[in-house]
C-alpha cells in the first residue's frame, strides 16, 4: 500500500487534477491552472536548489544496517520531493475548493508517511516538504490574488 500512495505521489496528479477541474468546472480550473504553473514552478526549483546544495544522505546511507524498501529516483534526502509536491497540490486545492479539498490534505500525509515506511525519508525530511510546498502554495496565490 505504502508504494502505491507514494507511487500516487510521482507527480502525475499535478497535470491530470487540473485537467480534470478544467473540464468539470473551468471556472475554478482557470483559477487553479496558474496557482499551480507559479507554484510549481518556485517549488521545483527550490526544492532541487536546497536538495543539491544541502546534500542529505538518505536514511539507508546514514542507519547501519538499515535497507529502504524501494530504491529513491535521486540521491539526496532533504526535503522530501515528494511531500512537498503533495501539500503544494492539496494546498492550493484547498485555497480554490476550501473544506473539500480536506481529502486531499489526507492524500498529502499518506504520501509522506508512505516516503518514510518506505525508507528513503527521515520524519524531517517530509515535515520540511511539506511545510515548503504548502508555504508555497499560499504564496504563489497571495501573488496572484486568489
Not at 15 to 43: F, M, N, R, Y
Not at 71 to 97: K, M, R
Not at 100 to 126: C, E, K, N, Q, Y
Amino acid at each position: 500500500m505504502a508504494r502505491a500512495v507514494s507511487r500516487s505521489g510521482d507527480g502525475y496528479l499535478h497535470v491530470l487534477v487540473p485537467l480534470l477541474v478544467l473540464t468539470l468546472d473551468p471556472e475554478s480550473g482557470w483559477q487553479l491552472l496558474p496557482l499551480l504553473v507559479l507554484a510549481l514552478a518556485v517549488e521545483r526549483s527550490l526544492y532541487w536548489l536546497v536538495k543539491n546544495s544541502l546534500r542529505r544522505p538518505r536514511p539507508q546511507e546514514t542507519v547501519p544496517g538499515f535497507r529502504s524498501l524501494i530504491t529513491a529516483s535521486d540521491q539526496f534526502s532533504f526535503p522530501s520531493g515528494h511531500s512537498s509536491g503533495a501539500f503544494l497540490l492539496a494546498t492550493a486545492l484547498l485555497i480554490i475548493y476550501g473544506g473539500a479539498a480536506i481529502p486531499m490534505l489526507l492524500w498529502a500525509a499518506g504520501v509522506a508517511l508512505s516516503r518514510i515506511l518506505l525508507g528513503v525519508h527521515f520524519p524531517g525530511d517530509t515535515l520540511a516538504g511539506a511545510i515548503m510546498g504548502s508555504g508555497i502554495a499560499l504564496l504563489a496565490a497571495a501573488q496572484l490574488g486568489v
